[in-house]
Every structure is written in C-alpha cells, then in structure tokens.
C-alpha cells in the first residue's frame, strides 16, 4: 500500500500506547446476545476518559467519536478541549461544537474566531455558521487559498461539512491547482462527493476505486459513500469481493452508514475468524466501526470485547460502536 493517504492514523499513532498480547480475545462460542444500552454507561466511561487522555491523538480521536455518536452529554468535555494545549485537539472539539449544534456556546466560539492559528479560525468560523450565525463563513472560503497546505485541506473539509453547493466551483478549482498537495486533492474530492455533485463519480472517484493501491480503494469507498447515490452505493457493494481485507471492511462500513447491511456478513466473518483485539491495526480498527455502523443484532455479541481490549484506541472505537448501536 502506499503510505499516509487515508484516514488511519490511528494505526501508526496507537501501537505503542498499549502492551500486546497475541493471544485472540474472541473464538466462535460462548458468546452471548448483548445489549447496546446495557453497555452504554461503560463506553460513555471510556468516552469520558478518552477526552482526558495525556495523548493528544487519543484526545482528538474520542472527540471524533463524541460528535459522530452525538453524545451531547459530552458537552462540557468538548467546551474544556476548545482550550487545550494541542492545535489538533482545539480544532476537531471547535468543529464537534458545530457537529452536535452546541446551542450555548457561541460566545466561546465566538472568541475563538481571532485566534492566532488560522486552522482555529476556521474551525471556529464552521461552528458558528452550524449553530445559525454564517456571517463568517467566507474566513473559510478564503482559506481555500492559504499557502499553508494544512489549513487549505481543513478549509476544504469543512466547506465539504457546510453542504453549501455553491462552494463546488472553488472546490473543483483548488483540486486542480498545481500547487495543492495531494491532502489537498483528496479531501477536495471527497467534499465535492459529500455536496452531491455527481460528476465527481467519473472523474476521481471510479479511478480511486479500481486503483492498484488498496488505501487509494478505501478512499474511493469513502468519496462513495460521501456521495451516497444508488450508483455510488452500488459500486461499494462491489468492493465486498475485494481481494483485500482491510478493503472489505472498509465497504462493510461505509455501506453500514449507508444503512445497507449487504457488508454484515464480511464483518460477522472477521470477527467468527477470533482477531486479537487487544492489536491495533487497520483490520481491526475498520471491524470493530462497522459494528457500529452496521447495527446488526448478529453482531451485538462481539460488541463487550471492544470494550474489554488492552488497546485504549480499540476501547473507544468500541465505545462509539455501543454508543451507535444503542440509538
């Protein structure tokens, strides 16, 4: 695979924040029904944890994990991280108030919109435009054009999140700028797919989706499932007979945001297979998501062992599986 193109950072961050064992936690039997809600208040502990960490990328990643499972009661946790040593950390909690539509915490937002890190700003100018005050959106659209190439990226992203169609034009001329960097080019496509722009289907993302390089088919995936038409749907089923695991799971998930189970099989098989969650690594940080996306009652049963594992990225992944399963 070639390397740093997808989302995974998880992996290369997380290895050495737990000790590991290679014996599998998980087997084929005795295993019982499990109920999302009666492990609720455990994966909220680990929420609540996470957003504590010493580690910045945990800290990062369990904000992620509040704002896709809508855990407003984590709140506060989020308000704390708006002030947090780490630039990452300050931007994904300012971007999750917007996210959750934290209506009370304007003013502290607010603040943050002259703030001296330009990644700030813009994460700020999103979540005031979220919670109904847009007057400073077009401090995004005019880092579109930053020569820093990570405040150009974050730019496109949250343009892609504001689903604003008239920003499809600025995205489209930033992916062919010479001077974008491939971050760049890739988050532009996604965020185009994500305003529903269909003609990003045959232009990028079947390239994507057919390339040699299996990160560049997870990509293709998730631009897929961005746009979320039936051809795009379609084409993700496709990728279920992938020769690639990691691919496999990948489409399991994104079909499971989807909310199509087609992918439920590939996910009840890797776990049947007993990996050994207490290792992160791309197999099963993909599995252990698609439990949660997929939400299948066949499924549920593997949902305590996430929460069980040594490794802290395995036990918040598991975390927001709970929490989305129990909605």
């Given amino acids: 695979m070639k390397k740093s193109l997808i989302s995974l950072a998880i992996i290369v961050f997380a290895v050495g924040l737990t ?3 290679e014996e599998p936690l998980l087997g084929t039997a005795g295993l019982r029904p499990a109920s999302a809600n009666a492990l609720r208040p455990k994966a909220m502990a680990i929420l609540k944890s996470s957003l504590e960490h010493e580690n ?18 984590m709140a506060p946790y989020l308000l704390k991280r708006m002030r947090d040593s780490s630039v ?37 100018a999103y ?73 990003i289907y045959r232009t990028k993302l ?23 038409t039936t051809e795009a749907e379609n084409a993700i089923v496709a990728m279920l007979k ?11 998930g994104e079909l499971g945001k989807l909310g199509n189970r087609a992918g439920e099989r590939e996910v009840l098989d890797y776990f049947k297979s007993g990996p050994n969650l207490n290792r992160v690594n791309m197999a099963n940080n993909m599995a252990v998501q698609a439990l949660g996306y997929t939400k299948s009652s066949r499924l ?9 594992s040594e490794s802290e990225m395995i036990r918040l992944l598991g975390a927001q599986a709970v929490l989305l399963s129990a909605k």
């Fill in 88 to 124: 990452a950390v300050r931007f994904s909690a300012i971007v999750a108030v917007g996210d959750m539509q934290c209506v009370g915490y304007e003013a502290q937002v607010q603040s943050q919109l002259t703030d001296a890190n330009p990644n700030i700003k813009i994460a700020a």
């Fill in 206 to 228: 079947w390239a994507m989706q057919i390339s040699l390089y299996a990160d560049d088919r997870v990509m293709g995936i998730r631009g897929m499932g961005a746009l979320g």
């Fill in 19 to 21: 000790g590991c064992t």
């Fill in 127 to 199: 979540a005031m435009a979220k919670l109904n005050l847009p007057q400073h959106t077009d401090m995004i659209r005019k880092a579109v054009a930053s020569a820093d190439q990570t405040v150009r990226a974050n730019a496109v992203l949250l343009l892609g999140k504001l689903g604003d169609k008239n920003d499809l034009d600025l995205l489209y001329t930033v992916m062919q700028e010479k001077d974008s960097s491939e971050k760049v080019g890739i988050q532009a496509v996604e965020s185009i797919a994500r305003l529903g722009d269909n003609r």
């Fill in 242 to 252: 992938d020769d690639v695991q990691e691919v496999r799971l990948a489409a399991a």
């Fill in 300 to 308: 549920k049963v593997y949902l305590p062992a996430t929460l069980e």
């Fill in 56 to 73: 910045a990328f945990i800290r990062t990643h369990a904000i992620e994990v509040a704002a896709t499972s809508q855990c407003k009661e």
